[in-house]
Protein backbone atom coordinates (compact mmCIF):
# COMPACT_ATOMS: atom_id res chain seq x y z
CA UNK A 1 0.00 0.00 0.00
CA UNK A 2 2.95 2.10 1.18
CA UNK A 3 4.55 1.73 -2.35
CA UNK A 4 1.56 2.13 -4.38
CA UNK A 5 1.02 5.67 -2.38
CA UNK A 6 4.90 6.58 -3.72
CA UNK A 7 5.17 5.20 -6.73
CA UNK A 8 2.34 7.04 -7.54
CA UNK A 9 3.35 10.38 -5.93
CA UNK A 10 6.64 10.02 -7.58
CA UNK A 11 4.90 9.72 -10.94
CA UNK A 12 2.27 12.31 -10.01
CA UNK A 13 5.42 14.80 -9.29
CA UNK A 14 7.54 13.95 -12.35
CA UNK A 15 4.65 15.04 -14.56
CA UNK A 16 4.60 18.37 -12.69
CA UNK A 17 8.33 18.62 -11.95
CA UNK A 18 10.85 18.43 -15.17
CA UNK A 19 13.37 17.38 -12.98
CA UNK A 20 13.12 15.60 -9.59
CA UNK A 21 15.93 17.20 -8.18
CA UNK A 22 13.96 20.66 -7.93
CA UNK A 23 11.12 19.15 -5.69
CA UNK A 24 13.03 19.81 -2.46
CA UNK A 25 14.64 22.77 -3.02
CA UNK A 26 11.10 24.28 -4.88
CA UNK A 27 9.21 22.80 -1.84
CA UNK A 28 11.22 24.51 1.08
CA UNK A 29 10.98 27.96 -1.15
CA UNK A 30 7.20 28.04 -1.61
CA UNK A 31 6.89 26.92 2.69
CA UNK A 32 9.61 29.99 3.46
CA UNK A 33 6.69 32.03 0.81
CA UNK A 34 3.63 30.78 3.03
CA UNK A 35 6.00 31.93 6.44
CA UNK A 36 6.27 35.83 4.98
CA UNK A 37 2.13 35.74 4.30
CA UNK A 38 1.60 33.99 7.99
CA UNK A 39 3.87 36.76 9.55
CA UNK A 40 2.30 39.47 7.41
CA UNK A 41 -1.26 38.40 8.37
CA UNK A 42 -0.52 37.83 12.09
CA UNK A 43 0.54 41.59 12.97
CA UNK A 44 3.93 40.44 14.82
CA UNK A 45 5.97 42.65 17.41
CA UNK A 46 8.26 44.89 15.38
CA UNK A 47 11.06 43.00 17.36
CA UNK A 48 10.11 39.11 15.71
CA UNK A 49 9.47 41.59 12.38
CA UNK A 50 12.77 42.82 12.02
CA UNK A 51 14.64 39.43 13.04
CA UNK A 52 12.61 37.52 10.75
CA UNK A 53 13.73 40.24 7.88
CA UNK A 54 17.52 40.77 8.80
CA UNK A 55 17.54 36.19 8.12
CA UNK A 56 15.47 36.62 5.30
CA UNK A 57 17.33 39.14 3.36
CA UNK A 58 19.97 36.96 4.06
CA UNK A 59 18.49 33.61 3.07
CA UNK A 60 16.39 35.16 -0.32
CA UNK A 61 19.59 36.34 -1.76
CA UNK A 62 20.61 33.02 -1.93
CA UNK A 63 17.26 32.27 -3.29
CA UNK A 64 17.96 34.29 -6.11
CA UNK A 65 20.61 31.61 -7.71
CA UNK A 66 17.96 29.27 -7.94
CA UNK A 67 15.66 31.94 -9.72
CA UNK A 68 18.38 31.87 -11.99
CA UNK A 69 18.31 28.61 -12.50
CA UNK A 70 14.47 28.33 -13.50
CA UNK A 71 15.30 30.78 -15.60
CA UNK A 72 17.58 28.61 -17.85
CA UNK A 73 15.82 25.44 -17.44
CA UNK A 74 12.06 25.81 -16.28
CA UNK A 75 10.99 23.84 -13.29
CA UNK A 76 7.67 22.80 -14.45
CA UNK A 77 5.80 21.03 -17.42
CA UNK A 78 3.28 23.59 -17.36
CA UNK A 79 3.49 27.40 -17.76
CA UNK A 80 0.83 28.19 -15.63
CA UNK A 81 2.66 26.86 -12.58
CA UNK A 82 6.40 28.43 -13.98
CA UNK A 83 4.65 31.86 -14.06
CA UNK A 84 3.30 31.58 -10.62
CA UNK A 85 6.81 30.03 -9.34
CA UNK A 86 8.21 33.70 -11.14
CA UNK A 87 5.62 35.42 -9.35
CA UNK A 88 7.03 33.93 -5.72
CA UNK A 89 10.51 34.42 -6.76
CA UNK A 90 9.95 38.28 -8.14
CA UNK A 91 8.93 38.82 -4.29
CA UNK A 92 11.29 36.95 -2.93
CA UNK A 93 14.61 37.99 -5.12
CA UNK A 94 13.51 41.25 -7.03
CA UNK A 95 14.09 39.79 -10.39
CA UNK A 96 10.74 39.12 -11.70
CA UNK A 97 9.69 36.99 -14.25
CA UNK A 98 11.31 37.60 -17.79
CA UNK A 99 13.75 39.87 -16.19
CA UNK A 100 16.50 37.18 -15.76
CA UNK A 101 16.19 35.64 -19.48
CA UNK A 102 16.75 39.47 -21.07
CA UNK A 103 19.35 40.65 -19.11
CA UNK A 104 21.32 37.32 -17.74
CA UNK A 105 20.35 34.28 -20.56
CA UNK A 106 20.28 37.36 -23.50
CA UNK A 107 22.86 39.97 -22.10
CA UNK A 108 25.18 38.09 -19.97
CA UNK A 109 25.66 34.86 -21.74
CA UNK A 110 25.38 36.15 -25.03
CA UNK A 111 28.23 38.32 -24.53
CA UNK A 112 30.15 37.76 -21.36
CA UNK A 113 33.42 37.38 -22.89
CA UNK A 114 32.46 40.56 -24.69
CA UNK A 115 32.84 43.53 -22.20
CA UNK A 116 31.68 46.51 -24.48
CA UNK A 117 28.29 44.33 -24.76
CA UNK A 118 27.93 42.51 -21.57
CA UNK A 119 25.09 43.58 -19.65
CA UNK A 120 27.03 42.54 -16.35
CA UNK A 121 30.21 44.59 -17.31
CA UNK A 122 32.62 44.00 -14.78
CA UNK A 123 34.75 46.69 -17.13
CA UNK A 124 34.02 50.28 -17.23
CA UNK A 125 33.51 52.44 -20.41
CA UNK A 126 36.62 53.59 -20.14
CA UNK A 127 38.28 49.87 -20.03
CA UNK A 128 38.43 49.76 -16.05
CA UNK A 129 37.69 47.49 -13.66
CA UNK A 130 35.15 47.72 -11.14
CA UNK A 131 35.77 47.36 -7.40
CA UNK A 132 33.14 44.61 -6.30
CA UNK A 133 30.78 47.42 -4.71
CA UNK A 134 31.22 49.56 -7.47
CA UNK A 135 30.22 46.69 -9.75
CA UNK A 136 27.17 45.85 -7.41
CA UNK A 137 25.85 49.05 -7.36
CA UNK A 138 26.03 50.09 -10.97
CA UNK A 139 24.72 46.58 -12.29
CA UNK A 140 22.00 46.84 -9.91
CA UNK A 141 20.98 50.03 -10.12
CA UNK A 142 20.86 49.77 -14.28
CA UNK A 143 19.66 46.26 -13.84
CA UNK A 144 15.89 47.20 -14.95
CA UNK A 145 16.79 49.23 -17.48
CA UNK A 146 19.10 47.00 -19.31
CA UNK A 147 16.48 44.65 -19.73
CA UNK A 148 14.12 47.03 -21.32
CA UNK A 149 17.07 48.12 -23.38
CA UNK A 150 17.42 44.03 -24.90
CA UNK A 151 14.06 43.39 -24.69
CA UNK A 152 13.67 45.94 -27.68
CA UNK A 153 15.14 43.11 -29.62
CA UNK A 154 12.68 40.91 -28.36
CA UNK A 155 9.55 42.24 -28.60
CA UNK A 156 7.56 38.56 -27.73
CA UNK A 157 9.61 38.34 -24.67
CA UNK A 158 9.12 42.13 -24.17
CA UNK A 159 4.99 41.74 -23.92
CA UNK A 160 5.81 38.85 -21.48
CA UNK A 161 7.69 40.67 -19.35
CA UNK A 162 5.26 43.84 -19.34
CA UNK A 163 2.79 41.31 -18.31
CA UNK A 164 4.70 39.93 -15.53
CA UNK A 165 6.08 43.58 -14.08
CA UNK A 166 2.46 44.67 -14.43
CA UNK A 167 1.17 41.61 -12.29
CA UNK A 168 4.06 41.82 -10.03
CA UNK A 169 3.40 45.75 -9.35
CA UNK A 170 -0.17 45.44 -8.68
CA UNK A 171 0.23 42.65 -6.22
CA UNK A 172 2.92 44.83 -4.31
CA UNK A 173 1.40 47.74 -4.16
CA UNK A 174 -2.31 45.54 -2.98
CA UNK A 175 0.33 44.16 0.16
CA UNK A 176 1.88 47.58 0.81
CA UNK A 177 -1.79 49.03 0.76
CA UNK A 178 -3.09 46.56 2.86
CA UNK A 179 -0.40 46.46 5.90
CA UNK A 180 2.28 49.25 5.08
CA UNK A 181 4.76 48.22 7.58
CA UNK A 182 4.48 44.46 7.24
CA UNK A 183 4.51 44.88 3.10
CA UNK A 184 7.85 47.32 3.39
CA UNK A 185 9.60 45.02 5.50
CA UNK A 186 8.44 41.14 4.35
CA UNK A 187 8.58 41.82 0.97
CA UNK A 188 9.69 45.34 -1.08
CA UNK A 189 13.20 45.63 1.25
CA UNK A 190 14.19 41.97 0.28
CA UNK A 191 13.01 42.59 -3.36
CA UNK A 192 15.64 45.44 -3.17
CA UNK A 193 18.57 43.64 -1.57
CA UNK A 194 17.67 40.82 -3.68
CA UNK A 195 18.64 42.22 -6.44
CA UNK A 196 21.83 43.55 -5.23
CA UNK A 197 23.54 40.50 -3.24
CA UNK A 198 22.38 38.39 -6.89
CA UNK A 199 23.67 41.37 -8.53
CA UNK A 200 27.28 41.13 -6.02
CA UNK A 201 27.46 37.30 -5.83
CA UNK A 202 28.05 37.63 -9.65
CA UNK A 203 31.28 39.58 -9.60
CA UNK A 204 33.33 36.90 -8.27
CA UNK A 205 32.41 34.71 -11.25
CA UNK A 206 34.28 36.70 -14.45
CA UNK A 207 35.42 39.80 -13.11
CA UNK A 208 38.99 40.31 -14.30
CA UNK A 209 38.97 37.49 -17.31
CA UNK A 210 38.49 38.82 -20.65
CA UNK A 211 39.55 35.96 -23.23
CA UNK A 212 37.65 33.94 -26.22
CA UNK A 213 38.83 30.71 -24.65
CA UNK A 214 35.62 29.44 -22.55
CA UNK A 215 37.85 27.45 -20.03
CA UNK A 216 39.46 30.79 -19.32
CA UNK A 217 36.55 33.44 -19.26
CA UNK A 218 34.84 32.03 -15.61
CA UNK A 219 36.24 31.85 -11.73
CA UNK A 220 34.95 28.45 -10.39
CA UNK A 221 33.95 27.98 -6.75
CA UNK A 222 33.62 24.50 -5.75
CA UNK A 223 32.81 25.09 -1.84
CA UNK A 224 30.32 22.54 -1.10
CA UNK A 225 28.30 24.89 0.77
CA UNK A 226 28.43 27.82 -1.51
CA UNK A 227 26.99 24.91 -4.14
CA UNK A 228 24.51 23.41 -1.45
CA UNK A 229 23.78 27.16 -1.11
CA UNK A 230 23.46 28.22 -4.85
CA UNK A 231 22.42 25.24 -6.36
CA UNK A 232 26.23 24.51 -7.79
CA UNK A 233 26.02 27.65 -9.35
CA UNK A 234 30.18 28.16 -8.54
CA UNK A 235 30.58 25.41 -11.42
CA UNK A 236 30.77 28.48 -13.26
CA UNK A 237 32.98 27.66 -16.32
CA UNK A 238 30.28 23.92 -16.84
CA UNK A 239 26.97 26.60 -16.95
CA UNK A 240 28.47 28.76 -19.08
CA UNK A 241 29.40 25.91 -21.69
CA UNK A 242 25.87 24.33 -21.13
CA UNK A 243 23.60 26.83 -19.99
CA UNK A 244 20.88 24.98 -20.33
CA UNK A 245 22.04 21.72 -18.41
CA UNK A 246 20.03 21.81 -15.12
CA UNK A 247 21.72 22.95 -12.16
CA UNK A 248 21.69 19.18 -10.42
CA UNK A 249 24.10 18.18 -13.57
CA UNK A 250 26.84 20.69 -13.35
CA UNK A 251 29.14 18.98 -10.98
CA UNK A 252 28.88 15.99 -12.95
CA UNK A 253 30.06 18.04 -16.46
CA UNK A 254 32.82 20.08 -14.33
CA UNK A 255 34.37 16.51 -13.41
CA UNK A 256 34.32 16.13 -17.16
CA UNK A 257 36.07 19.51 -18.41
CA UNK A 258 37.78 19.50 -14.90
CA UNK A 259 41.20 19.07 -16.71
CA UNK A 260 40.80 22.09 -19.19
CA UNK A 261 40.50 24.20 -16.63
CA UNK A 262 43.97 25.64 -14.76
CA UNK A 263 43.97 25.55 -11.34
CA UNK A 264 44.12 29.66 -11.03
CA UNK A 265 40.67 29.89 -12.52
CA UNK A 266 39.37 28.52 -9.17
CA UNK A 267 37.85 30.95 -6.28
CA UNK A 268 36.90 30.87 -2.38
CA UNK A 269 33.68 33.11 -2.25
CA UNK A 270 34.17 35.86 0.60
CA UNK A 271 31.58 38.72 0.33
CA UNK A 272 33.12 41.01 1.35
CA UNK A 273 35.80 41.44 -0.91
CA UNK A 274 37.06 39.29 -4.02
CA UNK A 275 39.78 36.65 -3.21
CA UNK A 276 42.22 35.82 -5.03
CA UNK A 277 43.51 32.43 -2.67
CA UNK A 278 42.24 28.83 -4.76
CA UNK A 279 40.21 26.49 -3.25
CA UNK A 280 40.19 22.78 -4.56
ZN1 LIG B 1 23.44 31.75 -16.16
Redesign the pocket.
Known sequence: MYNAIHIHFSLFSMQVFQHKADILPISLFVWYFICDFILYFSTPSITLLLVYVAISIIVKGFIGAWN?HHQ?VLTFSSSFLNRMLEIMYGFQTGIIGYAWVLH?NLGH?MHYQDQSLDESAWKSPEWRRYGMLEYTWIVTTTAYARCWKVSGKYPLIRKKFIMMAAIQVILLLAIIAYKPLEGLLIFLLPMITGIFLGVHTTYTHHSGLETDDPYASSYNIVSKWYNIATGNLGYHTA?HLK?NLHWSKLPEFHKEIESKIDSKFYRTYNPFRFSESKTV
Open positions: HHHHHW
